[in-house]
């Protein structure tokens, strides 16, 4: 059952009102209770240390359901608790591997946030109710729980909503507090599952091959640690797998004929219909046909609109990967600085499945907001005066829109700023119109041989002209008529090789973990991350993957003795499984025996 509260409040009536008590209201950071707070409190919120000097407390009045009450707003610093093993099964030599996938655990405050957890259990004792702000993705639901849990454990009847939102706006966070709902037990369900299931299989494989490889190769290995996690491992199979692509790949010599002609100063290319030949022979004999009377002759012209579309509405899994081919800002990276524009209230909540708008979206304001830049602010005029008009693509999580800005600012330095005037000119894009071409496509005939060139007119450059990340450039054509003769400029015979396919980019990596779903938007940069520090693989001077010695043996380790560790189809099967737990399709309590079941049987051959 959700719970909406659609009443009337205020700061203003709080001021002046008898208080009817205290709510707690609980962030996943301290930026964003900081933020969250300023916003609701109009700047007049009171601020005193807690337990932890890392998460503050910010008091004010508010009118909330129609009475007045003090607000506290403090937060925590991501996951309050953790899964642990207990007893002899926390020490590596204190169990048998194997036996981790039943042994008994236990969630835990870890000793770095105990500070956090007592300052929750202090102020809840004073609170009437409990208001949860954690990001509003399965993450951040399960963070929220944790919150409850700890908070029940002091004052178990205490009642317990959720604020849903987007982004740091006046208007977002006002909203969420006019509709508070129930927090989503289901989501948080599914990420204990996870989290179970990542804690017994990493531990009990990475003990294993730990131990195994540390006792088989005692001076190399001898003190690292060699961790498996079932997220990392199929993350580093698809580098291992195209690099053996590569260096299986032989290459194959092949042969074709081109057609230039120059007009003016000018050349114009024409490709042959047949593309290649692979045999020389046979490639040679036509090319001396062609050159016994070269005269080409047009035989066709074809002429057509085309357009260059404007770039969907951003999602997370886009913004990492174009982040990190245009701005060479890695994916870790550029979604810790997301994160934290998304708290200083520039940009909207960043991790998000979503690439359409919502019909009622207000996006005249969003772009009313960038009119004054000196850079865009005229690109975004235009947009106004046409009318926003979203190219929508087809995916939605139901719970956040497009990555686009919120508030503008022009303080930014460095990478904040160039993540920042992306989203910026991304979302302008996207709103925009497609670019427009016309092409010309020419036949032409060499002694019954077909060569086809094309040329390119740009007639309206739209949305390019504020997404310099695009490129889409002109191709000159002469005029030609049907049935016309002329004498080429050159006509060659050219030979080349086929080529292996390139080594995987991070973009690449997290497409490819996309399509296959290994984890989620939220945690492709974090799963690439560690297969890098972990020394399973490197990344050479272009951006480009490539194993490790270590990456390898353990890849080719597993799939020798019949294992496919490293392959996506395991991980892929549990991450539809938590989504159907999130739906209420699959029960929670099912999942971990059968994936466990999977693990031991695995590690018992």
């Known amino acids: 059952m959700f719970f909406r509260l659609s009443r009337y409040f205020s700061v203003e009536s709080a001021k002046y009102s008898k208080i009817m008590g205290k709510i707690l209201n609980v962030a996943e950071k301290n930026d964003a209770a900081k933020s969250v707070a300023n916003l609701l409190s109009g700047g007049c919120m009171r601020r005193r240390d807690g337990f932890s000097k890392f998460n503050k407390i910010y008091e004010f009045e508010y009118n909330v359901f129609n009475q007045n009450y003090t607000m506290i707003m403090t937060s925590v610093s991501g996951h309050l608790l953790t899964h642990e093993f207990v007893g002899e099964y926390k020490k590596w030599l204190g169990c048998s591997p194997v036996s981790l996938f039943d042994a008994p655990l236990q969630k835990m405050c870890p000793e770095n946030y105990k500070d956090i957890k007592r300052t929750l259990e ?39 909503y959720r604020a849903r939102f987007s982004e740091i ?66 993350t580093l199979g698809f580098v291992v797998e195209r690099y053996k692509q590569v260096q299986a790949f032989i290459p194959e010599p092949f042969w074709k004929i081109t057609v230039k002609h120059k007009v003016e100063d000018s050349f114009v290319e024409f490709s042959w219909r047949r593309m290649r030949l692979f045999n020389h022979s046979a490639c040679l004999i036509i090319y001396q046909i062609c050159l016994e009377n070269p005269i080409a002759r047009v035989v066709d012209i074809k002429s057509k609109n085309k357009s260059k579309w404007r770039p969907l509405p951003l999602d997370t899994v886009e913004l990492e990967k174009l982040a990190s081919r245009k701005l060479h800002i890695n994916a870790k990276e550029t979604m810790k600085i997301a994160e934290k524009l998304y708290t200083q209230g520039f940009i909207s909540y960043p991790r998000t499945e979503t690439n359409s708008f919502p019909k009622d979206m207000n996006l005249n304001t969003l772009v009313q907001m960038q009119s004054g830049d000196p850079q865009w602010g005229e690109f975004a005029v235009r947009v106004l005066e046409h009318g926003p008009n979203p190219r929508n693509g087809t995916k939605t999580d139901n719970a956040h829109p497009p990555i686009h800005p919120t508030k503008y600012t022009n303080t930014l330095q460095g990478k904040e700023k160039q993540v920042y005037e992306f989203v910026v000119r991304h979302f302008l894009a996207c709103l925009s119109q497609d670019a427009q071409g016309h092409e010309t496509t020419v036949d032409i005939d060499v002694s019954e041989e077909r060569f ?33 003769t ?15 396919p390139p080594l995987l980019t991070e973009a690449d990596l997290i497409a490819l973990m996309d399509k296959h779903g290994i984890g989620t938007d939220a945690t ?46 395991l991980r892929a099967e549990l991450e539809r499984d938590l989504k159907a737990i999130c739906e209420g399709k699959k029960d929670s309590a099912g999942k971990p025996r059968e994936t466990v079941q999977v693990g031991r049987e695995k590690q018992r051959r």
């Open 122 to 160: 202090k102020e809840v004792r004073a609170a009437d109710s409990l208001v949860i702000w954690t990001d509003c993705d399965r993450e951040g639901e399960n963070i929220g729980c944790e919150v409850i849990d700890v908070c029940r454990q002091v004052k178990p009847n205490i009642r317990v």
């Open 169 to 234: 706006t006046p208007q977002s966070v006002s909203n969420a507090v006019r509709n508070l709902v129930d927090p989503d037990y289901l989501a948080s369900a599914a990420v204990d599952v996870r989290s179970e299931l990542d804690l017994r299989i990493g531990a009990a494989f990475t003990r294993f091959q730990t131990l195994r490889l540390q006792k088989v190769f005692p001076q190399t290995l001898g003190e690292q640690l060699i961790s498996y996690g079932s997220c990392q491992f199929p």
């Open 452 to 484: 086809s060139g094309s040329g390119l007119m740009i007639v309206a450059r739209n949305y390019l002209d504020v997404y310099p990340y695009d490129k889409w450039n002109a191709k000159y054509m002469p005029v030609f008529e049907v049935d016309e």
């Open 486 to 500: 002329f004498m080429p400029t050159s006509i060659q015979m050219v030979d080349g090789e086929t080529s292996p």
């Open 524 to 569: 492709h940069a974090d799963h690439i991350e560690t297969i890098k520090t972990r020394l399973y693989v490197g990344v050479r001077p272009d951006g480009r993957f490539v194993p490790g010695e270590l990456g390898m043996g353990l890849v080719e380790g597993y799939d020798a003795m019949g294992y496919e560790m490293s392959k996506p189809h």
